[in-house]
Structure formats: structure tokens, C-alpha cells
């Protein structure tokens, strides 16, 4: 199975935003969390549209034997 096909098998996220400070792609949730945190609410963040491949980058990393 792809790394792709194992993602969504899992319940990974697509992103939903591409934060410019972090470098990285976040789905809903993971943006949330990782942006609550007072030291990274103000980054850069831009919405990313519906069925961007690759996925979460956080949730990626959730699963690195994936790789």
C-alpha cells in the first residue's frame, strides 16, 4: 500500500493550511493544536483547497514507519 493509501486508511488528514513559518502543511486539527500555542499564533497560515495531496505533514509524522 502507498504511503498515501495508508494515510487516509488511518484517518489522516488532507491539509487545509500551509503555514509559511513553519514550512508545513496541517490539517484542521493539527493546525488548531499546534497554533493554540501563544508563541505560534501568529504565523502566516493560507488555506489550502479540497483534495491537496500531499496530507498533513503533522499526521504524517504521527506514522513514521510509513515512510
Same mark, same amino acid.
Given at each position: 500500500?502507498?504511503?498515501? $493509501?495508508?494515510?487516509? #486508511?488511518? $484517518?489522516?488528514? *488532507?491539509a #487545509?493550511f %500551509?503555514? +509559511?513559518? @513553519?514550512?508545513?502543511?496541517? @490539517?484542521?486539527?493539527c493546525e ?5 500555542? *501563544?508563541?505560534l499564533?501568529?504565523?502566516d497560515?493560507v488555506p489550502?483547497g479540497p $483534495?491537496?495531496?500531499? &496530507? @498533513?505533514? +503533522? @499526521?504524517? %509524522?504521527? &506514522?513514521?514507519?510509513? *515512510?
Open positions: 500500500m502507498t504511503l498515501l $493509501g495508508r494515510i487516509q #486508511a488511518h $484517518g489522516s488528514e *488532507e #487545509a %500551509e503555514c +509559511n513559518d @513553519c514550512k508545513t502543511l496541517q @490539517c484542521v486539527r488548531v493544536e499546534l497554533h493554540h500555542q *501563544e508563541h499564533r501568529n504565523h497560515r489550502v $483534495g491537496h495531496v500531499p &496530507y @498533513c505533514d +503533522n @499526521c504524517k %509524522e504521527t &506514522y513514521p514507519q510509513w *515512510e
